[in-house]
Nanobody, 124 residues
Framework: HVPPVQSGGGSVQAGGSLRLSCAPS????????MGWFRRAPGRDREFVAA????????FYADSVKGRFTVSRDAANGTIYLQMNNLQPRDAAVYYC?????????????????WGQGAQVTVSS
C-alpha cells in the first residue's frame, strides 16, 4: 500500500481552527471507511473520528463531538478533518487511517495503513 499524503497541521491558539487533509497517493482510496486518530506525547493512540466508505455515516469520539467534522470528497477521494474550538488537550500528532471498523464512537481495529502524521499544536 502507498501511504496517504497528509497536510494541514500547524499551531493555533485555544479557540482556533485547523483543517487536516488526507489524500490518496497515486492509487485512489477504495470504498472503505477512513478514520482519524491522534497521539499526544506519553499517551496511547486515540480514535478521533471516522467516515464510512460512502461518506454518509460519521463517527466521533465524545471528546470532539460538536467541534470536529469529518468529510469525504467523492470527486478526488480526499478525507478532511475540520477542527474548531481547538483546546490544548487536542494537541497531538494526527494520523489518517485507511479502513477500520467503527461503531458508536469507538474504533474496533482494522486500519491497514496510515498517513505520515500531522502535528497540531494548541497554545492556551
Amino acid at each position: 500500500h502507498v501511504p496517504p499524503v497528509q497536510s494541514g497541521g500547524g499551531s493555533v491558539q485555544a479557540g482556533g481552527s485547523l483543517r487536516l487533509s488526507c489524500a490518496p497517493s497515486g492509487v485512489p482510496f477504495d470504498g472503505r471507511a477512513m478514520g482519524w486518530f491522534r497521539r499526544a506525547p506519553g499517551r496511547d493512540r486515540e480514535f478521533v473520528a471516522a467516515i464510512s466508505g460512502a461518506g454518509d455515516t460519521t463517527f466521533y469520539a465524545d471528546s470532539v463531538k460538536g467541534r470536529f467534522t469529518v468529510s469525504r470528497d467523492a470527486a478526488n477521494g480526499t478525507i478532511y478533518l475540520q477542527m474548531n474550538n481547538l483546546q490544548p488537550r487536542d494537541a497531538a500528532v494526527y494520523y489518517c487511517g485507511h479502513g477500520g471498523n467503527y461503531y458508536d464512537g469507538q474504533y474496533y481495529g482494522g486500519v491497514d495503513y496510515w498517513g505520515q502524521g500531522a502535528q497540531v499544536t494548541v497554545s492556551s
